[in-house]
């Protein structure tokens, strides 16, 4: 599981920032979308946790997975609509301008994206401590988020690969249904069995 991606990707990775500088958001513009798009991933990792303490892992995780791939989906559709397809070089002559609402969905887009990736990745996080074995828990769990790391870059990896073949909103769709691939794992996960760790949901 911890070698599939959870959830989408592609708003979180250079196809985001890619698309920021297209689309005309200035320095100051991209810097103040990442800094609320940490802020408030922060913010929902930790709040991910909490909840899934009180309501249960799976369930929650499945729903956050799912929010991750809403916002991705509505963005390929704007820039569909908005026929903003391949990548456009940014010192190009006579360049189209996006819309003020393609924009505008985008700013959106990234922001309830990080904040749906946030909760996932905090109940996420709790449910790799679940399945680890005490003696060599901090080993495993190393293990499982080398390997959420090595899902970033082969994803970053493919993702640059089908913008410049297909374009952004195909690779935002399949970005999407690459990361809901997950949830026919999910129910095959089981917490150990034996006293339950504190914190343990």
């Avoid at 958001?25 to 909840?51: E, R």
């Avoid at 990745?121 to 679940?130: H, K, Q």
Wanted: aromatic fraction near 12%.
């Amino acid at each position: 599981m911890s070698l599939l991606p959870c959830g989408a990707y592609a708003l979180s990775l250079a196809l985001q920032s890619n698309l920021a500088v297209e689309l005309g958001l200035s320095d100051p513009q991209i810097a103040v979308l990442n800094l609320w798009s940490t802020v408030i991933f922060a913010f929902a990792c930790v709040a991910g946790g909490w909840l899934s303490d009180r309501f249960g892992r799976h369930r929650l995780l499945a729903l956050f997975v799912v929010l991750t791939v809403a916002p991705t989906l509505w963005l390929a559709w704007a820039m569909q609509g908005a026929q903003w397809i391949m990548p456009i070089d940014v010192k190009a002559p006579g360049r189209p301008q996006p819309s003020a609402a393609l924009v505008a969905t985008f700013w959106a887009a990234v922001i309830s994206f990080n904040a749906f990736q946030g909760l996932h990745y905090g109940v996420l996080s709790a449910l790799f401590m679940d399945v680890t074995t005490p003696a060599v828990a901090a080993t495993q769990f190393t293990a499982y988020m080398a390997m959420g790391n090595l899902v970033i870059t082969y994803t970053a990896w493919w993702q640059g690969l089908a913008i410049e073949r297909w374009g952004y909103p195909v690779t935002l769709a399949m970005d999407a249904a690459f990361g809901l691939a997950v949830l026919f794992l999910l129910p095959m996960i089981k917490p150990a069995r034996g006293p339950r760790r504190p914190g343990a949901g």
